[in-house]
């Protein structure tokens, strides 16, 4: 049978127990999953897209089925060269809807032979975001549990250990 196989794109500054739920669930589904992380010379990140990929290469380090690229313009015609006929997304919420349609339908305007395919991540990663992890890292709060233990300590390396507000 051949294989099959998805490509799971996304900036992942940086990526999340939520991001890893998907590509665990991804893997239930297909056979390969190619990890696509943004480089966005126009977008500033916290980690740089070399960070990024080395970072969730070591979360799956004997996992041959996932790999990890680094992608630039057309998501569709990176998805079509890796030849990976499936976008994966995640929807974590309603909110997240608007968004991910529009994508869906732009990709599907440029590239008819590639379809998106979503998957909700365990209830519990539902509210979580690389954007709110930044956030609660640059304010010293804990990260435990939202991210995996690398992630939560390249993000300490970057950003300084702990809270030091002091209230009168
Ligand atoms: O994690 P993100 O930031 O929500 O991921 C967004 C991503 C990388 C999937 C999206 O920005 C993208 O596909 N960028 C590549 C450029 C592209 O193909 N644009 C047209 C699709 S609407």
Redesign the pocket.
């Known amino acids: 049978m051949p294989e099959s196989s998805a490509i799971y794109?996304?900036?992942?500054?940086p990526i999340t127990n939520g991001h890893v739920d998907i590509v665990e669930r991804g893997l239930k589904v297909f056979d390969r999953i190619v990890v696509?992380?943004?480089k966005?010379p126009k977008?500033a990140t916290l980690f740089t897209t070399k960070e990024r990929v080395r970072m969730i290469q070591g979360l799956f380090p004997s996992r041959k089925e996932v790999e990890v690229r680094a992608?630039?313009?057309?998501?569709?015609?990176?998805a079509r060269a890796q030849g990976t006929p499936v976008?994966i997304?995640g929807l974590r919420a309603v909110s997240d809807f608007e968004?991910e349609f529009?994508?869906?339908l732009?990709?599907r305007s440029?590239a008819q032979d590639i379809e998106t395919f979503f998957m909700m991540p365990s209830m519990r990663y539902s509210f979580l975001s690389?954007n709110l992890v930044r956030e609660v890292a640059a304010l010293g709060g804990s990260v435990d549990g939202l991210v995996p233990p690398l992630v939560a300590r390249r993000l300490r390396a970057k950003l300084g250990r702990s809270r030091n507000v002091k209230y009168p």
Request: glycine share 8%.
């Open positions: 794109p996304g900036s992942f500054d696509a992380v943004l966005n977008k992608f630039d313009g057309l998501l569709v015609d990176f976008v997304r968004y529009q994508m869906a732009m990709n440029l690389s």
